[in-house]
Structure formats: C-alpha cells, structure tokens
C-alpha cells in the first residue's frame, strides 16, 4: 500500500510544480514569448509525468532553466521511486512469512482450538475461551480436552491448534518418533500470552533434590 501511495504522491507532485511553473510564468511574462517545447510540456504534462515514473522520456526537451530543474528532478525522482519499488517487490516475494503469528490469527483463520489433556492449565485456559464466547461450544458429548500423541497429524493436516507447555508437547511428539527438525519445519509455536506461569516443584520433606529446585 505504501509504494502504490508513495507512486501516486510523486506524480501529483510532479503535476503540481509543471503547473505552478506555467501558471507564474504566464502572469510574469506574455504568453506569446513562451518557449514551444515549455508549452508541449505544460500542455501535456499527464503523459510527462507518467513517463517519469515509468523511466521512458519525452518527445520535447525544455528550454527554461525553471523548466529544466523540474523535468531533471522528475526524472531523478521517477527512478528513485523505480529502484525503491523494485527492492520492496524482491524483498516481499523472497521472504516467507507465517500465516499465523499470533493468537490472534489462529481465532483470525477459524483454527478449532483445542486442549492437552495432560496439562490442567491447558484445560482452563480453553474453558476460559469458551465461556467467554470467544470460542463457540462443542455439542454435547464431545470435549476439547485430547491427547497430543492421537492428535498430531490432525495437527499437521488440518487447522487445528493445541493449546499445552512446550516441554509437555514436545516430549509426546518425540516419543512418538517425530523428529525436532520436522516440527520446525512444519508447525509454529504461538504464544497465548506474554506473562510466564508461575509454577513450582514438590519433593517430599528432606529430599536431596530440594537444593537444586531451589537454585
């Protein structure tokens, strides 16, 4: 949207300044001591300023000096404008970017949400969504609580998310024999929110494991 602005913005300005310039000179001098290829220029100034931005050039040269800084400078600004435009076409064709970036975008494209069956949190934070209304209820009978090792390939199949731990979701899918560079390459991790979960671990009273939890 930017480029298509930044192109229709320099050739109004072109416009602008061919037609300040005719109309001064014009109330400065007779009309009759304008130069011919100043008044092709200012009677056609569309198709010069067209020309600019398309880098193709003119059948008439001007003659004033006036005249002269805004043909040079249009032509100047038409290929600044082109080099711009292309290096910003090359850069949004090269560069893969995620559908999906963000919670928001999963609710954005009707991803069903679902959660880890082993993570209570997990379960919450989907009951949350539901109650709320931000996600619709499922019939009666059925549940969004699964588990990840049934549910990955539906995962990588279809627009389903899985709402779990990083650690929880990872371990399942190791031991079910998918390895860490296909995930990489075929799922995206989205976070559901910015603040860290507080949690802690339990050991029996006197464990020689309290010291290193407590680190």
Not at 36 to 59: M, N, R, T, V, Y
Not at 101 to 111: G, T, Y
Request: aromatic share 12%.
């Amino acid at each position: 949207m930017e480029i298509w602005l930044a192109i229709f913005g320099m050739w109004v300005l072109i416009i602008f300044h061919i037609v300040l310039f005719v109309q001064v000179k014009r109330r400065i001098h007779d009309s009759a001591l304008q130069d011919p290829s100043d008044s092709a220029i200012s009677d056609e100034f569309i198709f010069f300023a067209l020309g600019a931005i398309c880098q193709k050039g003119f059948h008439q040269s001007p003659s004033s000096a006036s005249m002269q800084v805004i043909f040079f400078t249009g032509i100047v600004a038409g290929l600044l404008l082109h080099v711009a435009y292309s290096s910003a076409l090359v850069s949004i064709l090269s560069v893969n970017v995620d559908p999906v970036q963000s919670f928001r975008d999963l609710l954005a494209n009707e991803f069903e949400i679902f959660s880890d069956s082993r993570v209570p949190t997990a379960t919450e934070i989907v009951k949350g969504l539901e109650t709320y209304g931000i996600i619709k209820k499922l019939d009666e009978g059925k549940s969004r609580n699964v588990g990840i090792g049934n549910t990955i390939f539906k995962v990588l199949k279809t627009k389903m998310a899985i709402v779990s731990f990083s650690d929880s979701f990872y371990q399942v899918a190791l031991q079910r024999k998918y390895q860490p560079d296909f995930l990489c390459q075929k799922m995206s991790r989205v976070l559901y929110r910015r603040r860290p979960a507080i949690g802690s671990m339990f050991v029996k009273r006197g464990s020689p494991l309290r010291e290193y939890f407590n680190c």
